[in-house]
């Protein structure tokens, strides 16, 4: 029977069996491969003084079976070939027109200097740096952290014992499992509640004093009713809360009823 709040357990598939029938995913390249393509394809270009990015570009293209690459490559091709048509290799002394010069020295740029700045974006592992996505240090770590979520969750499904033995969402408690910055939200003290991501001051604010006032909550959805949070602050939450009974804490020594009474 599952606990309050959740769904079924995670079904993850047998080792070895595709996530999809019929479909397979490429296998990412190494990545000492990956970076001696990007140092190679961008000495390449730099020696060659942007003469052969073309060349650099159509190997990506064909490796990574793209034809957008493929496009870039012909376009690094096609300046290439007007740069040496502007040249007047017959007349090298005769007077190069203005234009003509700023046209030649933009193309040089372009297919060198710019050329050689695409190969290095072109490494999956510069790219991801950048960008924050798959592949970079920020997205592993949130990646291990949501992994480490699913396994708390899934220890609660079926050890419930392991909320108190493991205190899981509890990071006002001394612990030592990592539970992936799970919050179980009925037990948490109000400064826990405080420190919600994506919340403003009075909405974190509003779920502590309706839990003390109206008692635990059941769900997101009712916990976004009770307290009239939007969609848009409940969405990071349903990653990091979970709601189960809240449990009695334990009366202090001096609050404790006398015995026999």
Not at 19 to 42: F, N
Not at 49 to 62: E, K, N, P, R, S
Not at 65 to 92: F, I, Q, T
Not at 202 to 211: G, K, L, M, P, T
Request: charged share 20%.
């Amino acid at each position: 029977m599952p606990l309050p709040g959740y769904g079924p357990p995670p079904v993850f598939p047998p080792p070895g069996l595709p996530a999809a029938a019929g479909k397979r995913r490429r296998t990412p390249s190494p990545g000492w491969a990956s970076a001696t393509a990007t140092i190679a394809g961008t000495a390449l270009v730099l020696l060659s003084f942007g003469c052969f990015t073309w060349l650099v570009m159509l190997t990506y293209a064909a490796w990574r079976r793209s034809w957008r690459l493929a496009l870039v490559g012909v376009g690094y091709l096609v300046a290439l070939v007007v740069e040496v048509a502007m040249l007047d290799l017959e007349n090298p002394d005769a007077e190069v027109p203005g234009t003509v010069a700023v046209i030649f020295l933009g193309l040089v740029v372009v297919t060198w200097l710019v050329g050689a700045a695409h190969v290095v974006l072109l490494s999956r592992g510069v790219w991801a740096a950048l960008t924050g996505g798959q592949g970079s240090v920020k997205f592993r770590a949130e990646e291990e952290r949501r992994v480490r979520r699913e396994h708390a969750r899934y220890l609660l499904y079926h050890y419930p014992a392991a909320r108190n033995d493991l205190r899981i969402g509890r990071p006002d408690l001394p612990r030592t499992f990592d539970d992936g910055g799970l919050i179980d939200v009925n037990a948490v003290p109000e400064q826990v509640l405080a420190g919600l991501p994506g919340l403003t001051a009075d909405e974190c604010r509003q779920i502590a004093v309706d839990r003390w006032l109206r008692g635990p909550y059941a769900s997101l959805e009712e916990l976004a009713g009770r307290c009239l949070l939007p969609p848009t602050a409940t969405d990071r939450l349903r990653e990091l809360l979970f709601f189960l009974p809240a449990t009695r804490p334990a009366l202090a020594p001096e609050r404790m009823p006398p015995a026999g009474s």
